[in-house]
């Protein structure tokens, strides 16, 4: 470590440099946050409908397996054999009666218990486990989890608040509004290797002033710009957030002065990729972030998850999973893939962010001793905003984050 | 449509082939975006896929393109709104084969690989794949029909930009 592990005085409205690159606060980080009193996201349901179906991911750096049980619950284990540390799941889906680790065939049940051990007993009475080796003390490792309106959350941790809780009441009214119990359906994935520090992506979607800067594709379009009416929410503790926009117009007015690459005359050859219909009240936009490791995004009538994994300081995997409702006809079924166009490693929108968070990077790892200024609308933050000139969703962040961290 | 392709031989078709995917990704590897949707009829399918979703019937592209129209929003998002870091994308193809007709269109595989350098680093494997293509004969020229880049490196370093 080469440089002094100490926040700026001035409080949340610095950020220093040395949080998106220190391996030391990284591993700190794995212990504290991903395998700390918090649910991450996993799943959705509607990935593993039939007992034995099983989803492979990660909660941080650990790999865990999704698996829907037989008596139609949903199980989290570490994909981790109790024996020798295989990792023995190695696909993203599938199905199985069983888990069984190749190596030496030890196996488990669906709810992770250990159920059998090849020469337990020996053979010819040589070998085997001691008398009293007992399997019930050899399951694998299981993980707390949380379901609410079909998707899946987990926790390392044993004892922790419920999601409901855990939320907070206007954040769980927002998660709500997409995930309103209806069934749903899986329409496809997206990964993408992001070389930046995992906040960053955090930072990217709590952060409404790029979006009339940067997005040229947005701003032009009218689909998310500042000089329209924006809403902000931020749960007490200032780990999760909401940004809410309403569609505006593509013409320049007297607010959107500074967002010089508004290009007024920008036209699709193709307007069906831009056909949206209303789907939720008030809102044609909503972004959620959902501490540590979700982004909920409804972008129009695209509706998707995107799961943060890290890898490492210098580098997160955006996994994404686009989804409709189980009832949505054909042509709302297009629109939603027509839309997620806009959206992923070719996003016509998200190729910015992806791209600017690898410069971010790039300027930021070399120079532990340097610090962000965050001081758009003030220096601290407050729960809810009517405006989206305001960079207070990061400073709730790192608020929450510095008392988790203790830094 | 395509009597022309149908009544040629095979050697001259492979030759025709060949000649296609070579102008493709000269055309790709040398940039000139506002040439590419050329390539293509009207209408068009244009799709860029992560295996997994291709194998599980999972209707998602990555990239989907339903028209000229689309391929031609693509060059300019690429000429005037994105923001990326400068690369150049290479593209070789190999393994060229005729699978059989579809109606008019003659369908074909064969695998590409796309390497991608960036500034401050070395060239790297970018993106490896199939093409399954449907190619028809227009006045002469071939064209895609359709064109699906199902890739299997599902992991995708930061952004796909540029056309495979």
Not at chain 1, 192 to 200: D, S, Y
Not at chain 1, 382 to 407: C, K, N, P
């Amino acid at each position: 470590m080469s440089h002094e592990r100490r926040w700026p005085n001035i409080g949340p409205s610095r950020v220093p440099y040395w949080v998106y690159s220190d391996p030391d606060l990284y591993a700190l980080e794995q212990q504290r946050i991903f395998q700390g009193p918090n649910w991450s996201y996993v799943a959705l349901e509607a990935e593993i409908p039939n007992p034995g179906d099983f989803k492979r991911t990660f909660v941080g750096d650990k790999s865990v397996v999704v698996i829907r049980a037989k008596d139609g619950g949903v199980t989290v284990v570490e994909n981790r054999c109790a024996h020798r540390g295989l990792q023995f799941c190695q696909t993203h889906l599938g199905h199985a009666d069983e888990i069984m680790c190749p190596y030496h065939q030890w196996t488990y049940d669906l709810d992770g218990n250990c159920t059998a051990v090849p020469f337990r007993r020996g053979v010819k009475r040589q070998g085997g486990m001691p008398a009293d080796f007992d399997l019930a003390e050899h399951g694998l490792r299981r993980l707390s989890v949380a379901r609410r309106h079909g998707v899946v959350f987990a926790s390392f941790a044993d004892a922790l608040e419920t999601f409901e809780e855990y939320l907070s009441p206007p954040i769980l009214e927002l998660f709500d509004r997409v995930f309103d119990g209806r069934g749903l359906k899986v329409l496809g994935y997206s990964r993408q290797l992001i070389p930046a520090n995992w906040k960053l992506m955090f930072e990217n979607i709590k952060d409404p002033y790029h979006a009339s800067i940067l997005h040229v594709f947005l701003l032009s379009f009218g689909l998310n710009r500042v000089d329209q009416p924006n809403r902000i929410v931020i749960d007490p503790k200032g780990r999760h957030a909401s940004t809410m926009t309403w569609r505006g117009e593509q013409k320049r007015t007297d607010d959107n002065a500074d967002m010089r690459s508004l290009i007024e005359d920008l036209t699709l050859n193709d307007p069906s990729m831009l056909d949206p219909v209303r789907e939720y009240p008030q809102y044609t936009v909503c972004m959620t972030t959902l501490w540590p490791n979700l982004i909920l995004q409804q972008q129009s009538n695209t509706i998707a998850t995107r799961q943060i994994i890290t890898k490492g300081p210098n580098a997160f995997e955006l996994a994404w999973t686009f989804f409709g409702y189980a009832g949505d006809d054909e042509a709302m079924t297009k629109r939603r893939l027509r839309q997620a166009n806009l959206m992923g490693p070719s996003g016509f929108v998200s190729i910015d962010d992806s791209e600017a968070m690898a410069m971010a990077q790039q300027g930021i790892a070399p120079a532990p001793e340097g610090a962000a200024v965050v001081e758009l609308d003030g220096r601290s933050w407050r729960q809810e905003e009517a405006h989206g000139v305001t960079e207070s969703q990061i400073r709730a962040f790192y608020d929450y984050y510095r008392r988790v961290m203790e830094l | 449509m395509s009597a022309r392709l149908r009544a040629l031989q095979h050697r001259e078709l492979r030759a025709d082939l060949d000649a296609l995917y070579a102008d493709y990704t000269a055309c790709l590897d040398e940039e000139r975006f506002e040439d590419w949707p050329g390539f293509f009829t009207e209408p068009c399918l244009y799709k860029i896929v992560p295996r997994e979703n291709f194998e599980r019937g999972l209707p998602l592209a990555t990239w989907l393109c339903e028209s000229k129209g689309y391929l031609q929003d693509r060059v300019v998002a690429i000429r005037k709104t994105l923001l990326f870091a400068p690369r150049r994308i290479r593209r070789m193809v190999s393994g060229l084969r005729i699978i059989g007709w579809d109606g008019d269109a003659l369908e074909t595989r064969a695998s590409y690989a796309a390497f991608e350098t960036l500034t401050d680093e070395t060239t790297r494997v970018f993106n490896v794949g199939a093409y399954r293509d449907k190619i028809v004969d227009e006045a002469g020229a071939l064209k895609f029909r359709e064109k699906i880049c199902v890739f299997d490196s599902l992991l995708v370093p930061n952004s796909l930009i540029y056309p495979l």
